[in-house]
């Protein structure tokens, strides 16, 4: 059964950092684009960034390009996301998501984990 | 940047009803849009790829259709389990994706 199990939400500061993990289990980690997408509270979809199998492919939302940065070790089979420089419109539920194919479209999706930037 | 308009933003049906979601997008994306379903508090879960194809293990009651810039999901007899949010998405300018704004489905 494909997992998806993000952590490392929490309440920042405008300003901060925050880390982001994605433990993926039940498929072949190494053989997947992934993605994140996120959703600010009672909003839409948006999504964020994408990062390609063996990471040769990196790409990001302009909203986040310069601040965020996407990685993954397939090694761990872990994806993550750096957020530096964050900001009120940060606040999201944040959700990683495997791409079916070619980077088209989101499969399997994990449970979210919520980051909320706040002084 | 590709917009996607979907409508309405809301709408209301009973049970057994034949629901329909439109999405239009701002340009021609052939047939490259994805339609997910998102419950209260729960991630979204792909319902429909490629415009038409039903995901494995989707309800046949649910089904996409069209190409170009216009778009139509169907669920052909609403059950009180349909009730969420569904949300079109395009991937025709990769890699970036554009969701549609929303349509949340309740019974009446």
């Known amino acids: 059964e494909v997992q998806l199990v993000e952590s490392g939400g929490g309440l920042v500061k405008p300003g901060g950092s925050l880390r982001l993990s994605c433990a993926a289990s039940?498929?072949?980690?190494?053989?997947?684009?992934m993605n994140w997408v996120r959703q600010a509270p009672g909003k839409g979809l948006e999504w964020v960034s994408s990062?390609?199998?063996?990471?040769?492919?990196?790409y990001y939302a302009d909203s986040v390009k310069g601040r965020f940065t996407i990685s993954r070790d397939n090694a761990k089979n872990s994806l993550y996301l750096q957020m530096n420089s964050l900001r009120a419109e940060d606040t999201a539920v944040y959700y990683c998501?495997?791409?079916?194919?070619?980077?088209?479209?989101?499969?399997?999706w994990g449970q979210g984990t919520l980051v909320t930037v706040s002084s | 940047d590709i917009q996607m308009t979907q409508s309405p933003s809301s709408l209301s049906a009973s049970v057994g009803d034949r629901v329909t979601i439109t999405c239009q997008a701002s340009?021609?994306?052939?047939?490259?849009l994805n339609w997910y379903q998102q419950k209260p508090g729960k991630a979204p879960k792909l319902l429909i790829y490629?415009?038409?194809n039903l995901e494995t293990g989707v309800p046949s009651r649910f089904s996409g259709s069209g190409s170009g810039t216009d778009f139509t999901f169907t669920i052909s007899s609403l059950q009180p389990e349909d009730i969420a949010t569904y949300y079109c998405?395009?991937?025709?300018?990769?890699?970036?994706?554009?969701f549609g704004g929303g349509t949340k489905v309740e019974i009446k």
């Open positions: 340009q021609d994306i052939s047939n490259y």
């Open positions: 039940g498929f072949t980690f190494s053989s997947y684009s």
């Open positions: 998501a495997r791409d079916l194919q070619y980077g088209t479209t989101a499969d399997y």
């Open positions: 998405q395009q991937y025709d300018n990769l890699p970036q994706w554009t």
């Open positions: 990062i390609s199998s063996s990471s040769s492919y990196i």
């Open positions: 490629d415009a038409s």
